[in-house]
């Protein structure tokens, strides 16, 4: 199972970037098609942190209160893909995005999520 994320970039502050995440590999056979997938995010020299979650149906969504209102967590099953939409980007949200799957309902912890994607870098100039 491999997740690809993409879609990262230089934006100035007020910009709007869409993260996509690309699942391929045994997705049936792993039942990936039926767990919860999240995106989170690491700034340079600090942890990483939930930043908003899906599960299988996208009828249950979960956000980070840093990105309420802002980012938008959607997915497309048929396209075995996941996507980020960030609007009104602010230099604090400039870290690497991780796609990630696993869990059978939308959580914030990392531990739960099993497969991860290898990161998109998003920076956002003041």
């Not at 199972?1 to 391929?24: H, K, N, T």
């Not at 400039?94 to 994607?117: I, K, L």
Request: charged residues 15%; positive net charge.
């Amino acid at each position: 199972v491999q997740l690809q994320a993409s879609g990262g970039g230089l934006v100035q502050a007020g910009g709007s970037l869409r993260l996509s995440c690309a699942v391929s590999g045994r997705t049936v056979s792993t039942r990936l098609s039926t767990t919860a997938m999240g995106w989170f995010r690491q700034a340079p020299g600090k942890e990483r942190n939930f930043v908003a979650a899906i599960s299988w149906s996208g009828g249950s969504t979960v956000s980070a209160d840093s990105v309420k209102g802002r980012f938008t967590i959607s997915r497309d099953n048929a396209k075995n893909t996941v996507y980020l939409q960030m609007n009104s980007l602010k230099p604090e949200d400039t870290a690497v995005y991780y796609c990630a799957a696993g869990p059978r309902v939308a959580v914030q912890t990392p531990n739960e999520y099993v497969y991860w994607g290898q990161g998109t870098l998003v920076t956002v100039s003041s």
